[in-house]
């Protein structure tokens, strides 16, 4: 598909219906907004553009929110959503952390539980929120790279609970710690690395969701460090 036209295809316009949708503002008419806060350019696109023209946003620091926003915007056909610091100015050409891209990749991996803590609610005596990690070659240990209480169902939360207190070593208030023996497969929208990371291992996962239990495989079979790492640097 070419990006730009020299002519308008008509038939085309037909088959693909298009419409403007604007998610910036850097100039308004003689005054560049290049290094005004990405706030203060929101709000100017508020009053000088209309507001079906404008792109598709909200205005969150709860993670739910943020994950509830992005599968609906997977779910519409888009590739993913952006999140943006609302005190950045806008720097042509670079990336940064201001700037964070989160796309749905179709990749999983597998994955060990290392610790779990009970739910809340109707899950409050049920484990439903799992640490996540991955093999660590050089150092010869689980590392963990996430955290989810996504994916499972009700039958399957209680059925991994019984196999969770089984491998119980230790615990901590509401915090299972477990030898790593039961393996997940995890699908997930991004890697964080280096300092985005809040784990040891330097990564994190961001929505990370259990696609299923894998009562196939040993925790030998998890994947490792290195092959997260090779994710990562794909998605740069």
Not at 64 to 87: H, M, T, Y
Not at 199 to 207: A, E, H, K, M, P
Not at 221 to 232: G, I, M, Y
Request: hydrophobic share 30%.
């Amino acid at each position: 598909m070419k990006r730009f036209r020299e002519s308008t295809d008509e038939h085309l316009l037909e088959e693909i219906p298009t419409e403007i949708r604007f998610f910036d503002l850097l100039k308004l008419k003689e005054t560049s907004l290049i290094d005004d806060k990405l706030s203060k350019r929101i709000e100017k696109m508020g009053t000088e553009l209309p507001e079906l023209t404008l792109t598709r946003r909200i205005r969150t620091e709860k993670e739910e929110e943020i994950e509830k926003f992005f599968q609906s915007c997977v779910d519409r056909g888009n590739e993913g959503i952006i999140a943006k610091n609302l005190n950045s100015s806008y720097h042509p050409g670079e990336r940064g952390k201001d700037w964070l891209k989160l796309k749905k990749t179709g990749e999983s991996l597998d994955l060990v539980i290392t610790r779990a803590e009970y739910g809340h609610g109707k899950r409050h005596r049920w484990l439903s929120d799992y640490y996540l990690a991955a093999y660590d070659e050089d150092e010869g240990n689980f590392k963990e790279i996430g955290k989810t209480y996504k994916g499972l169902t009700d039958e399957e939360i209680k059925k991994i609970t019984e196999l969770l207190e089984e491998i119980e070593i230790d615990r901590k208030g509401r915090t299972v710690v477990v030898d790593p023996q039961i393996v997940v497969e995890v699908e997930y929208s991004n890697i964080f690395s280096g300092e985005s990371s809040t784990y040891d291992s330097g990564y994190t996962l961001r929505f990370a969701r259990i696609k299923k239990i894998r009562e196939d495989l040993e925790p030998e079979n998890a994947d490792t460090l290195e092959k997260v790492s090779q994710l990562a640097r794909k998605e740069k």
